[in-house]
């Protein structure tokens, strides 16, 4: 099985940040764990949110643990509803994705051809869309409900709970909106280990080599 982390922001994310309401959108101490065990890990990040933390950007594409795809660069909604974003215009789907994939390439030489609706909201008309973009749509069947949680226990408890033999477990590295996810992980780690699961790159997973 294998571990996700999708990194948001949005333009309002943006001005909540500019403006002082929110802190932080990097959750460096989620790094600093995975980095300290060697944990592999797979990071999608969003292109708004790489423009404003290329330093922890630089840092996730140094580690030959970490994998990097694609989060869009916008974060807008390739579908609705989801979760009250604005939707992005079908005809630029497939732009604001191939925008994303080439600033990551600034970033690694090792990209992944690995990309992650935000949100997780799609359709047809969404994949038909990014189709030229040359993609690997890559969804989950585990969130851990980070995202906005409130309890350390119920994260793990929902991870835990869903995890079996192949699952993609998806968390988040955007601080302020999953403020717990560097308290819980090492309780997941520890509980998927527990469970007999190895902790794998999305690659080789894909690959069909690890559990």
């Given at each position: 099985m294998t571990l996700t982390?999708?990194?948001?922001m949005t333009v309002d994310m943006l001005d909540r940040l500019d403006s002082g309401r929110v802190e932080s959108y990097a959750n460096r101490a989620v790094l600093d764990y995975l980095e300290r065990h060697h944990l592999p890990a797979?990071?999608?990040?969003?292109?708004?949110?790489?423009?404003?933390?290329p330093d922890v950007t630089r840092r996730i594409a140094a580690d030959p643990n970490f994998e990097i795809g694609s989060h869009s660069y916008l974060h807008l909604a390739f579908h609705a509803p989801c979760y009250g974003e604005?939707?992005?215009?079908?005809?630029?789907?497939?732009?604001?994705?191939?925008?994303?994939?080439?600033?990551?390439?600034?970033?690694?030489?090792?990209?992944?051809?690995?990309?992650?609706?935000?949100?997780?909201c799609y359709d047809r008309t969404a994949l038909r869309a990014i189709a030229p973009a040359g993609v690997t749509v890559i969804q989950y069947d585990d969130p851990s409900g980070d995202a906005f949680?409130?309890?350390?226990?119920?994260?793990?408890?929902?991870?835990?709970?869903?995890?079996?033999?192949?699952?993609?477990?998806?968390?988040?590295?955007?601080?302020?909106?999953?403020?717990?996810?560097a308290l819980a992980l090492p309780a997941i780690v520890d509980g998927l280990r527990a469970k007999g699961l190895r902790i794998v790159k999305l690659s080789t997973l894909l690959a069909g080599s690890g559990s």
């Open positions: 982390f999708d990194s948001n797979t990071f999608f990040l969003a292109g708004l949110w790489v423009d404003r933390y604005d939707v992005i215009p079908v005809a630029q789907m497939a732009a604001d994705v191939e925008r994303s994939e080439r600033q990551l390439r600034h970033f690694t030489r090792h990209l992944t051809p690995y990309f992650r609706f935000p949100g997780g949680g409130t309890s350390v226990p119920a994260i793990v408890a929902q991870a835990l709970d869903h995890a079996q033999n192949g699952s993609i477990i998806v968390m988040h590295i955007t601080e302020a909106n999953a403020p717990l996810t």
